[in-house]
C-alpha cells in the first residue's frame, strides 16, 4: 500500500491563480478530511468526507472547494488564491471514526 | 484565547534526559486527548490516545492527563535522537470526532 499520497510536494502560485491539491489514498477509508499547517496555529481542519458524494466544512472552509467522487480520491480546490492560503496542506484519512488518521506527507503552497 | 495552549519551544535536551512537553486548555468539553509526532517535512503520526485522567504508557512515552486542571502531558523517559521532533497535542470533544483542535506543536531535539 502507498497510502496517502499528495502531489505536488510543493507549488508557487500567484495571486488568483487556481489550482487543485491532489490527495489520494489506496487503504479503502471512508473517511478523508484536508487540514492547513501554519506556524503558531497548529493544524486546522479545512472540509472532510465521510465517503463517496458526502463532504462538510472544517474549521477554515472559505476559499476552498472540496469533491469526494471515489472513495480513493479527495481533491481541494483554490478557486482564486490569496496570500493568506500561503501553509503546508496535509490530507488524512481513516477507515472509520474510531479508526487513527493517517496523514500524507503534505504540500507546500506559496501565493504571491 | 486560543483552545489549546502549547508552549511552541524550540526544547532541546541531551541524549537519555527525561521530557516533559505539555498543554493546556479552557474548553472542559474536551473528554479525547492525543500526541501526535511530526518529523520535519513529513505528515504527523498519532502517538498516544488517552480519555480518561490519569496516566498511559506505551514503551518509553507516558501521556497524562488531568482534567481537573485542564492540563495534559506527555513524557519522554530515555529520549533518543530519533525522538527529535515537532510533538501535537490534539483535543476532542466526541470520541472520533473528525474536529480535533491542536496545540501549536513543541519542536524538540534530542542532542547526542
Known amino acids: 500500500n502507498a497510502g496517502v499520497t499528495q502531489t505536488p510536494k510543493f507549488q508557487v502560485l500567484k495571486t488568483g491563480q487556481s489550482m487543485t491539491l491532489q490527495c489520494a489514498q489506496d487503504m479503502n477509508h471512508e473517511y478523508m478530511s484536508w487540514y492547513r499547517q501554519d506556524p503558531g496555529m497548529g493544524l486546522r481542519l479545512i472540509h472532510y468526507s465521510v465517503g463517496a458524494g458526502i463532504t462538510d466544512q472544517g474549521e477554515v472552509p472559505n476559499g476552498y472547494n472540496v469533491s469526494r467522487s471515489t472513495t480513493e480520491d479527495f481533491p481541494l480546490r483554490l478557486l482564486s488564491a490569496a496570500p493568506s492560503q500561503t501553509s503546508v496542506y496535509f490530507c488524512a484519512s481513516r477507515v472509520d471514526r474510531t479508526d487513527t488518521q493517517y496523514f500524507g506527507p503534505g504540500t507546500r503552497l506559496t501565493v504571491l | 484565547q486560543k483552545e489549546v495552549e502549547q508552549d511552541p519551544g524550540p526544547l532541546s535536551v541531551p541524549e537519555g534526559a527525561i521530557v516533559s512537553l505539555n498543554c493546556t486548555y479552557s474548553?472542559?468539553?474536551?473528554?479525547?486527548f492525543m500526541w501526535y509526532r511530526q518529523y520535519s517535512r513529513k505528515g504527523p503520526e498519532l502517538l498516544m490516545y488517552t480519555y480518561s485522567s490519569g496516566n498511559k504508557e506505551d514503551g518509553r512515552f507516558t501521556a497524562q492527563v488531568d482534567k481537573s486542571s485542564k492540563y495534559i502531558s506527555l513524557f519522554i523517559r530515555d529520549s533518543q535522537p530519533s525522538d527529535s521532533a515537532t510533538y501535537l497535542c490534539?483535543?476532542?470533544?466526541?470520541?472520533?470526532?473528525?474536529?480535533?483542535?491542536f496545540g501549536q506543536g513543541t519542536r524538540l531535539t534530542i542532542n547526542p
Open positions: 490534539a483535543l476532542s470533544v466526541i470520541q472520533g470526532a473528525q474536529k480535533l483542535v
Open positions: 474548553n472542559s468539553a474536551f473528554q479525547y
